[in-house]
């Protein structure tokens, strides 16, 4: 009876193993689909493609697959339901995986449980800037200023985003909420009117993506006041963070890799080792900076316990905007 157990305990081990040279073989023949839920063209397509060109002699041919709709969801909804194979991986969000879940009322994935990490890819500071003949008019050099003037002239000042529930709602309700102060929220439909809507004057401040706002910081269009990252930003050392002033503000734009839940922990460490090497590469680092962005490389035990703490941070943040979508 014994050695009848036994046999069939070294054939279900077989059976595993097997299996998981079965899912390798399977990537080495295969291309791999990587789900970007975003359009192409903008900085999270712009750097799957590069990262997919980088890990090609390591995994095969790696193909973007771009599929927009639903803040993310659609996207991240097509990995979630993937066979758990390695062959399809996907792009995880602030939005998708950390802001949508509390965003809409009905989500079709859970974002805690239908995905296993492989690591964070990117790292991108927003920053609040004002238009710079608003912020002169004002007197306005530093956040302490804003502040102060917001708690002198209650109502008085107003600030653009791209939309309710968008990273600069967020990040501007809760900056109300941790000032003490109040600005009226403008929502405009996306980030290019939102922005157009500060140079002209009609907002007094956005928060805005660090790579979008820099060329009109840098001709002095808009003034930065800060960002919105604990430490400062490599691409902007001159500008202090919110967190200088208001203790632990912290709400940046990142996203990841993920596959589907279930997929093989040996495939999932393959995936891991390809893109952390891609991300920590010399020609890598030097192409990010020119986005702005700042890439992160991590392990999937990591980049899976820093998205649990996001999605517990944003409830927060999202419950006290009392913004919804559906």
Known sequence: MKTRHFLLALLASATLIATGQAVAQQQQQRPIRLVVPYAAGGPIDVTARMLAE????????????????????????????????????????????????????????????????ITQMVRVPNVLVMNAETAQRLKINTLADLVRYAKANPAKLN????????????????????????????????????????????????????????????????????????????????????????KGFSIDTWWGLVAPAGTPHDVVVKLNQAFVAALNAPE?????????????????????????????????VVKATGARVD
């Open 54 to 117: 980088r890990v090609k002699d390591t995994l095969g041919t790696v193909i973007i697959d771009n599929k927009p709709g639903a803040g993310g969801n659609i996207g991240a909804d097509i990995v979630a339901k993937a066979a758990p194979d390695g062959l399809t991986i996907g792009i995880a969000a602030t939005a998708t995986h950390a802001v949508n879940p509390w965003l809409y009322s009905k989500m079709p994935f859970n974002a805690a449980t239908d995905f296993a990490p």
């Open 284 to 316: 890598t680092k030097t192409r990010f900076a020119t986005l702005l962005a700042e890439p992160v490389a991590s392990s999937p035990e990591q980049f899976g316990a820093f998205m649990k703490s996001e999605l517990s941070k944003y409830e927060a």
């Open 159 to 246: 600030y653009g985003s791209g939309g309710n529930g968008s990273a600069g709602h967020l990040a501007g309700e809760l900056f109300k909420k941790q000032a003490g102060i109040f600005a009226l929220h403008i929502p405009y439909n996306g980030g290019n009117p939102a922005q157009l809507a500060l140079l002209s004057g009609q907002v007094d401040f956005n928060f805005d993506n660090l790579a979008t706002a820099a060329p009109n910081i840098r001709s002095g269009k808009l003034k930065a006041i800060a960002v919105t990252t604990l430490q400062r930003s490599s691409a902007m050392p001159d500008v202090p963070p919110v967190a200088d002033t208001l």
